[in-house]
């Protein structure tokens, strides 16, 4: 495969030089940490999918620094003796089931689902007055480094995890976080940001996610900030129609991602989302991870095939039939991946 050289690598950065880049110039700084995390249980069913799982709606509720706030989250979990994995699902929608979270699978296969849906945190809009991002600016200013939306989503991912963690039935050691599209940018984000993933699952996330921004032939910075500049910050647009001028590229999310694993999924007809160049970033980040003394990414000398599914390194990847979607078999992969 012939791999450009002309994308800048972090030689010699430490994990916070690289990641301090990629807030300052994509991403944003985040709101800080809050100081309390707790949930107050709104509704619980003992017998959900058949019994053999429980469903609670919860409100997780945080004080910070900035601010008291909350956000409706939903957990199920399936009954068992031992501690459970769980996925941190990050997703469009409330629902559950609901057609990007199979839930009765995933619990069937042993793992449980902590998922809210974005808007419930903050709309996808651009404005900083709805839901917690008024707490977090108020009247809804924000300065240029502040993040966006993506940086937004990405913290309330993260209390979840602060409450997760505290959880007897959940295996706290072994909690991945999962998006889809935009909320794969963020599944990258919050796995950057928050050491404590096991995993962080990144599902056709395309153009500010995993792909490669240098000769993506799909979605460019320039088409993505005329619809959502308001998911990053403004030093973003410094690099529209200016790739070429970055002083990083996106597989230094993945390399931010250190020291857990990454899972960088594509799907063949989703072509906004430029797999190729997706592919690229996993291969682009793998000496940083055997460098780091971890497995990195095991992959053949040539573009993947499609059903392709390579599981061998601490960076993992597919490529499915289909489109932009994600599917029980993308679901699949991720937990045979995290089985290993
Ligand atoms: C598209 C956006 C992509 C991707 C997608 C999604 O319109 O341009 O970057 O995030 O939305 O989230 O569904």
Not at 40 to 65: D, M, N, P, Q, Y
């Amino acid at each position: 495969m012939n791999i450009p050289t002309n994308i800048p690598m972090p030689d010699g950065m430490t994990k916070e030089e690289i990641k301090e880049v990629l807030l300052r110039e994509e991403y944003g700084y985040l709101p800080p940490k809050p100081d309390k995390v707790y949930a107050e249980e709104v509704e619980t069913e003992e017998k959900f999918c058949a019994g053999k799982v429980i469903r609670k709606s919860l409100k997780i509720h945080f004080e910070a620094e900035f601010g008291k706030g909350s956000f409706p989250v939903n957990f199920t979990y399936p009954k068992s003796d031992k501690k459970v994995p769980l996925f941190v699902h990050i997703n469009f929608r409330p629902d559950v089931p609901d057609r990007y979270q199979p839930t009765e699978e995933i619990c069937d296969r042993g793992y449980a689902v902590m998922s809210f849906c974005y808007k419930d945190v903050t709309d996808d809009k651009n404005e900083f007055e709805s839901g917690i991002a008024k707490l977090i600016y108020p009247n809804g200013r924000k300065n240029p480094t502040d993040c966006g939306k993506l940086g937004i989503w990405a913290w309330a991912a993260m209390r979840c995890l602060d409450y997760a963690v505290t959880l007897p039935q959940i295996d706290s050691d072994r909690i991945s976080v999962v998006g889809h599209s935009r909320l794969g940018k963020t599944a990258l984000l919050s796995g950057m940001m928050d050491e404590r993933f096991y995993c962080a699952i990144s599902n056709d996330s395309g153009c500010g996610g995993a792909a490669i921004a240098r000769g993506n032939t799909g979605e460019t910075i320039n088409d993505i900030d005329r619809q959502f500049s308001y998911w990053f910050c403004e030093n973003y647009k410094k690099y529209i129609d200016n790739e070429d001028n970055m002083p990083f590229d996106q597989h230094w999310l993945l390399v931010a991602n250190l020291p857990h694993k990454v899972y960088v999924a594509s799907a063949k007809e989703d072509l906004w989302a430029c797999p190729p160049n997706e592919y690229l970033s996993c291969i682009l980040a793998d000496k940083y991870y055997r460098d780091a003394g971890k497995n990195g990414f095991i992959h053949p000398d040539r573009l993947p095939e499609t059903g392709e599914v390579l599981h061998e390194g601490d960076i993992a990847y597919h490529i499915r039939e289909g489109r932009h979607y994600l599917s029980r078999e993308d679901w699949n992969y991720f937990i045979d991946y995290l089985e290993r």
